[in-house]
């Protein structure tokens, strides 16, 4: 079993005299307001869902097409105009070629789309998947493409079992503009596909994820707000295991468990890190004094899924990153510039980790009182997450190694003093694979001058600490 001194060591910005006399304190703190909204556990499955979801938003579309298709024959009756000059029987004729020509289209650009989709896994990860699953424009893409021949059908069906003989002029414009609708947004589809396969914009789109994922894991943004505490460590009461089949730790709903702590005056441990793989029977709360707890109420603040997701979990896209990183310097792939860009966006990702408070292990109650205990990754974790594959893959590429150098050299003088022990082990690290992999010293001296562009730039010398400037 984890110990809460294993879980939450201490905070990794202690200075070194005062670190062997803090190897029991944990840094605490309060739930913030977005922790004790109510429904959250209700609200942030539902968004996920909704996100991941390819059936809600076409469903509204095709919802509002059968409405249209209903509604507008019913107008056209008692209001229809000859501005186009048809009758009912050329109006049933156009709506049913619509129909049966938009059905065929929404058919084949779906097709596209899922080629796209398995080149693009193939390509970079097949973790990226969630990358088009989450995407607006592709969901509110393929709406459009179903709902004029939706429409059509239902229109052509109203107006063929009627004697009306006046003109449909209302129902078939409304045809050809979904039409054209539909043709806009094919036009939109295709360049988001293409966007979505140039790596620099999927690194964007990754990295713009870890800022809300760093917020729900650490919603404490100032050190202020954080305090160390000495803990007593008590006999363990309860050990709660996960009951399902192997499924992985997605989020934490921290105010439930805090109040089942409360209520039963214990402490409650959380042993796996989210985005961790549990499987069944295997611990997942540790429980230390009190009365013993809701075990069945506990085990409903863990949230589970069949993969890793960005509800809680930074790491998960800095883990992307990587993948697409170590796929493009693949032999297979070969493709150092994307892997240069990749780095770019690590660099991006990594500058404001190093700034910011990463020891959210201890919650309080509202007596002050811990009562949880939740293992978060810290900085060493997350830097050697984000380059310890990548300086293995691309040791023998000089444009990755430089554009690795000249990273490390950028952010070591932006992050708190105690953590550029971290930075500089990865230096030593990356000078040892060189050494090994390159005997001649020119070559050697080539591939370890820091390069913002790899190849091509100016050598740069590091940068100014902002408080050198």
């Not at 239902?154 to 503009?177: K, M, N, R």
């Not at 611990?283 to 109420?297: A, F, N, W």
Request: hydrophobic share 45%.
């Amino acid at each position: 079993m984890m110990s809460m001194a294993q879980l939450s060591p201490c905070a990794e910005d202690d200075e070194e005299d005062t670190r062997s006399a803090c190897s029991t304190m944990l840094a605490v703190r309060r739930l913030s307001a977005g922790e004790r909204a109510p429904w959250w556990r209700a609200r942030v499955l539902f968004g996920d869902r909704v996100s991941r979801s390819f059936v809600l938003i076409p469903s509204l579309y095709l919802a509002g097409a059968i409405v249209l298709g209903l509604l507008l024959p019913a107008l056209d009756r008692g209001h229809g105009g000859k501005l186009l000059g048809i009758d009912a029987a050329e109006a049933q004729s156009i709506l049913q070629a619509v129909a049966a020509g938009m059905i065929a289209f929404a058919g084949l650009v779906v097709s596209v789309a899922v080629l796209v989709v398995q080149f693009g896994a193939g390509q970079y990860s097949p973790r990226l998947v969630h990358v088009f699953r989450r995407d607006p424009v592709i969901k509110n893409a393929i709406g459009p493409f179903v709902a004029p021949g939706v429409y059509a059908l239902v229109a052509a069906a109203d107006i063929g079992g009627t004697t009306h003989d006046g003109p449909e002029t209302l129902t078939v414009s409304v045809a050809l503009a979904l039409m054209v609708l539909a043709l806009a947004a094919l036009f939109r589809f295709i360049g988001r596909l293409l966007d979505l396969m140039r790596p620099r914009q999927l690194y964007a789109r990754l990295a713009g994820q870890v800022q809300p994922a760093l917020k729900s894991l650490y919603p404490s943004s100032s050190s202020r707000e954080l305090e160390r505490r000495p803990l007593r460590e008590t006999p363990i009461s309860a050990v709660v295991t996960h009951p399902r089949h192997g499924e992985v730790l997605a989020a934490v709903d921290r105010d439930r468990l805090v109040r089942a702590a409360r209520r039963a005056d214990a402490v409650i441990e959380v042993v796996p890190q989210i985005g961790s793989y549990v499987a069944e029977d295997e611990p997942i709360l540790i429980v230390r004094g009190g009365r013993g707890i809701d075990e069945r109420e506990a085990r409903r603040a863990l949230i589970f899924a069949d993969g890793r997701s960005l509800l809680q979990d930074p790491s998960f896209a800095i883990r992307c990153i990587v993948d697409v990183v170590v796929r493009a310097l693949s032999a297979a792939i070969n493709d150092p510039t994307s892997a240069v860009e990749g780095l770019d966006a690590l660099e991006g990702v990594l500058r404001p980790l190093g700034r910011r408070p990463l020891h959210s292990a201890a919650i309080l109650d509202d007596d002050g009182t811990v009562r949880l205990v939740v293992p978060t990754p810290d900085w060493d974790g997350l830097l050697d997450l984000a380059l310890t594959e990548i300086r293995w893959y691309g040791a023998r590429t000089p444009q990755v190694t430089r554009r690795l150098a000249a990273l490390l050299d950028g952010l070591e003088p932006s992050v708190a003093p105690a953590r550029r022990g971290a930075i500089r082990r990865h230096r030593m690290l990356l000078e040892e694979h060189l050494a090994s992999v390159y005997a001649d010293p020119v070559e050697r001296a080539f591939a370890r001058t820091p390069d913002r562009l790899g190849i091509g730039g100016r050598p740069t010398t590091g940068a100014v600490a902002p408080g050198d400037r």
